[in-house]
Structures are given as C-alpha cells and as structure tokens.
C-alpha cells in the first residue's frame, strides 16, 4: 500500500540514458560524482566560470594554451588526447570521438553489454575522466604536476 501511495506523490526527475553508467559499481563515490557532472555538463571549467565572473586567466591548465571548456578538457587538450590515446589503445578502440558528445555517445553505446570487457572498459573510462580532473585540479591549486605517463599508470592502477 506505502509503495503505490510513494508512487503517486513522488515528483520523477528526467530519466536519463546513462544514469546506470554513472552510477554503476565500477567506480568509487567521488568518480561517480566527477562522471555525473560531466555527462550534464556541469563541471566548473573555466569558460562556465567566466559567464558569471570575471577570471584572470582562462587557459586550460594541462596545456596553458586554449582555454579550458569540456571538450578541450577530454579531447582538444594535447595532454588529455594522450592519455586518452592510450586508453582507446589498451581497450583495443580502432577510433574514439574527439569532441565530448560524441564520446558521451559512443560509451553509451559501448556500455550496454554486461561481459567482463565492458566493465573493464567502463572502469577505464570513469578513471580518465576523474584522473585527467584530478591533475587538472591539482595544477590549479598548485601541487605537484605530473606527466601523462603518470596519470595513466594511475588510471591503470585503479583500474
């Protein structure tokens, strides 16, 4: 009886197609978080801060160049294109997107099955993401900078 009453008072949100990526068992708390963000969009890069005040510097801190939006941070970033290329290599990916709707849509598509090489490839995804943000932070607020070579051996290790 209390369920179908919940049922019919509970405000539903948007249903969302990856939700159950987001939100799978492959990743700790604080990845999930960071991956939840980025599928909305939402992460505070730099071109979304300057929107409401005003920054001194927009470069993006990996490769002090471009300025920092979503897809120079997954993919127009030679940095991040690095550590990206070595993940689509090691997952065995003869292509991955190079702007962020496109690989939003291609790990959605990947992530439909429940084999073992799915997990793996979705255990690898959410580390990019959350360690290529991590180093972004961490050139933020000025701790120790690693390279590329670091960052996957961090992604790997976690994984």
């Given at each position: ?11 539903r ?37 300057r ?10 801190p990996?490769c ?14 030679p ?43 979705i ?13 972004r ?23």
């Amino acid at each position: 009886m209390s369920t179908k009453i919940w049922s019919v008072i509970r405000e539903r949100g948007q249903i969302v197609v990856w939700a159950l990526l987001v939100w799978s068992s492959k990743a700790i708390p604080r990845q999930r978080f960071i991956i939840w963000l980025e599928f909305w969009e939402r992460p505070k890069t730099r071109d979304r801060i300057r929107r409401y005040m005003a920054i001194l510097d927009n470069s993006f801190p990996l490769c002090e160049v471009n300025e920092e939006s979503i897809n120079h941070l997954f993919r127009g970033c030679p940095f991040t294109k690095l550590v990206w290329d070595e993940f689509v290599l090691a997952i065995g990916l003869t292509s991955f997107p190079m702007i962020w709707q496109g690989i939003k849509e291609a790990v959605l598509t990947r992530a439909k099955s429940k084999k073992f090489p799915v997990s793996t490839f979705i255990c690898g995804f959410t580390l990019v993401i959350y360690h290529t943000w991590s180093e972004r932070n961490a050139r933020i607020y000025g701790r120790v900078q690693r390279t590329t070579i670091e960052v996957w051996n961090d992604v790997k290790t976690d994984c």
